[in-house]
């Protein structure tokens, strides 16, 4: 008798809920290391950023060649060369950058859960773009996230703000660029491995910041803070994005769009107990909301959205 392969399949969803899980607690942990360097180190989140897109780009494609050992400058053939410059430069750059400024200007909280509209920015386009009206389903989501969202940065006193206007409109802009960073990369993504992809985006969002890079001495780091630096650019970056491809092969990516809630979740945490971020309750049931709509979205999509996935899926997360 031939045994029975579901416990394997159990094991197996088990694992990438595991691996996904794990990838978007690094990835919020990182918000919340960068807080910490910005307050304690005092550095320049631009400074951070291009040393971030430098290091983790070429990580990144180094683990491409090893792994697959392949051409690096293939993607740069026919009409992609044009589309890889776009998604770096319109995608990549703007949502690591605002994302970073966000944390700078208020904290890895606030900053994580204002990038999770995103997605509520790409149903938008989406019914622009088809002509159609989003699901209501979707107008539901957008709603709650818009009441999340002003909780959130008045802690609901609707007539003044509870955080600084340059952290709304950072982590505003971070939402928006979260949403162009998802659509961007769509053509490339089917054609080549995403290493390829995000690895040489990275390389080319940094070159922005090589005259600061190059020219401006940072403030004297201590060896926590270089651990700090470090953990981004290899825990933050690396090992998240290790995982969460690891993830994409047990799981479907609307699981994993939904575990990437552990993001915030993480952030927040973080923040609280080791930043000594204050949090009002207001904020907390804001944020929550916010978490909300990514489990709406993971709604049966109509087939316009759900061909890309990419309403729940992170095919091509920082």
């Known amino acids: 008798m031939v045994p029975t392969q579901k416990p394997n399949v159990k094991l197996n969803q088990r694992r990438g809920v595991l691996y996904a899980i794990i990838g978007a607690m690094l990835w919020g942990l990182s918000g919340s290391v960068a807080q910490y360097l910005f307050a304690s180190a005092h550095l320049a989140p631009t400074w951070l950023v291009g040393v971030r897109l430098f290091c983790a780009g070429g990580l990144l494609l180094g683990w491409y060649a ?4 392949a051409s690096l400058i293939r993607i740069w053939q026919r009409r992609n060369g044009w589309r890889l410059l ?5 995608g990549m750059l703007p949502s690591q950058a605002t994302y970073f400024m966000a944390i700078n200007y208020g904290n890895a909280a606030t900053a994580t859960v204002l990038q999770f509209l995103g997605p509520l920015f790409i149903v938008v386009y989406m019914a622009l773009a088809n002509r159609q009206w989003p699901r209501r389903i979707d107008l539901l989501a957008i709603g709650l996230a818009m009441l999340g969202t002003s909780l959130l940065v008045t802690q ?3 007539t003044s703000l509870a955080i600084s206007i340059p952290a709304v409109v950072w982590g505003l802009l971070a939402g928006v660029s979260q949403a162009s960073y ?5 053509r490339l993504l089917r054609e080549f491995d995403a ?6 985006a990275m390389l080319l969002g940094a070159m922005f910041f090589w005259p600061q ?3 401006v001495q940072p403030p004297a780091l201590s060896a926590a803070d270089w651990w700090g630096i470090g953990f981004i650019i290899v825990g933050g970056t690396m ?3 290790l995982f969460y491809l690891k993830s994409l092969a047990y799981i479907s990516p609307s699981a994993t769009g939904m ?3 552990f993001e915030p979740l993480t952030a927040t945490v973080v923040a609280v107990v080791c930043l000594g971020t204050r949090l009002a309750l207001a904020e907390l049931i804001g944020g929550a909301l916010i978490l909300v709509t990514t489990g709406l979205q993971a709604w049966p999509q109509k087939p316009w959205a759900s061909a890309e996935g990419i309403l729940t899926g992170k095919c091509e997360k920082y």
Request: glycine residues 6%; positive net charge.
């Open 66 to 69: 090893q792994a697959t050992h």
């Open 195 to 200: 290493r390829l992809v995000v690895g040489w």
């Open 259 to 261: 575990l990437s809630a």
């Open 86 to 90: 776009a998604f770096a430069w319109l």
């Open 182 to 186: 998802t659509l961007l990369p769509r």
């Open 156 to 158: 609901g006193r609707l």
């Open 213 to 215: 890079l190059l020219t």
């Open 239 to 241: 090992l998240a994005y």
